[in-house]
């Protein structure tokens, strides 16, 4: 398999989770708000941990 066809089928992957995970985060607003708010907030700050710890050094 070539790089292309491995970048599109990879593409096609992305945007099939991005989609499932909005459609999670939709349903989950509409039925436990607060819930899903808590969550999306501890996944960003978990994210964005991870990011800032990778650029500085921090994490192995």
């Keep these: 398999m070539n790089d292309a066809a491995l970048r599109t089928r ?3 992957i992305l945007l099939l ?3 499932n995970a909005l459609l999670l ?3 989950g607003l509409q ?4 819930i899903t708010v808590g969550v999306a907030v501890l996944a960003a700050l978990v994210g964005y941990g ?3 710890g990778r ?3 921090a994490l192995p």
Excluded: K, N, P, W
Excluded at 31 to 34: F, L, Q, T, V
């Design 31 to 34: 039925y436990a708000g607060e």
């Design 17 to 19: 989770l991005a989609t």
């Design 55 to 57: 650029r500085s050094g």
């Design 25 to 27: 985060f939709g349903i």
């Design 10 to 12: 990879l593409d096609a």
């Design 50 to 52: 991870l990011v800032r």
